[in-house]
């Protein structure tokens, strides 16, 4: 399976409190999409890792220390992450274990 997108339950509030992502070391853009109060997904898109790269992949979130959400515990509401294959055909999900 290809990794393309990672979305992640996050606080409402929350959409001025990153300031960089990064998959493997590399800075990659992120979005917001809201589903509703209390339903505000961040994700990162456009990953284009293949079954082989996307084996150990590190996804790291910088947050801004001045912000609503500032930390893990209040930036990733829930603690849940869906995946997505290019072809967004599958979708599992896990629980988020936060340092």
């Known amino acids: ?18 300031a ?7 800075q ?7 589903h509703g ?5 961040f994700k990162l898109t456009n990953l284009s890792l ?3 790269t996307a084996a150990g992949v590190q996804l790291q979130v910088h947050l801004l220390q001045a912000s609503t959400c500032a930390t893990a515990a209040t930036f990733f509401r829930g ?5 997505f294959n290019a072809a967004q055909t599958c ?5 988020l274990s936060l340092p």
């Open 37 to 41: 109060t209390g339903r505000l997904s």
């Open 50 to 52: 293949s079954t082989a």
């Open 20 to 26: 960089a992502t990064f998959v493997n070391g590399r």
């Open 79 to 83: 603690r849940s992450l869906a995946f």
């Open 1 to 18: 399976m290809d990794l393309h997108k990672v979305e992640f339950l996050v606080g409402d509030g929350c959409q001025r409190s990153v």
């Open 91 to 95: 979708c599992p999900a896990f629980s």
């Open 28 to 34: 990659v853009s992120w979005s917001f999409h809201s």
